[in-house]
């Protein structure tokens, strides 16, 4: 398929009200007000595009960047062009579908250790969400290696930049639903940086309390388990 005839139907498929909504969370430049559900259905429809992908991501249409982290191949990636593409992101719809894609790729921990200790926010903030993907979906990393950020976002959360600040106690919640021990231990560090502000701007977003995210996120799961148990058992 051809990108310009892609970017054509995604701004036939744009609204007025949706880029009021993109633009309060911080999106700028070209911007078709596309929703997740139809670029989830164009998703489908292209399936895996490599290259389709990364003419939408040069064309700097909002839209059409979105669409290219859903479409990339992620043995595809390459180190220079997920450095490339993280230059381009200055929004959190952007930095959120971004990180999805790099957390598909084999760089996730590499570039996650490198990202996080960026001085830009938007960079840094990558790197933290790729943190809190790895704790949900990389169950080998082992407990050191998690403690030993949650031992830098106690430290440090309070003094970095505003988005870098929220995805760090999104991270922390991540964590600790890893296991048993980390939840004690991010428990503990949630107890002592106590709350975290972040600005959303315009947004309705709020900042989760790490505590009571992970105690009700636990609790969930818990009686998720009991029930399943107890179906099974009939």
Known sequence: MDHLVLLSELKSLGTEQNQKIYKRHGVKGELYGVSFANLEKLKKK????HQLAQELWDSKNHDGQILATMIADPLKATDSLLEKWLSDVDN???ADAFSVYVSKTSFIKEKMEKWIKSENEWISRVGWALLALLANSDQKLGDKFFETYLKIIERDIHTQKNFTK??????LIAIGLVNKTLEEKALAIAAKIGKVDVDHGETNCKTPDAIEYIKKTVAYREQKASKTKVSKAK
Do not use: S, T
Request: glycine content about 8%.
């Open 46 to 49: 292209i399936k895996c595009d």
């Open 92 to 94: 959190n719809p952007l």
């Open 166 to 171: 929220g995805m760090m106690n999104r991270a």
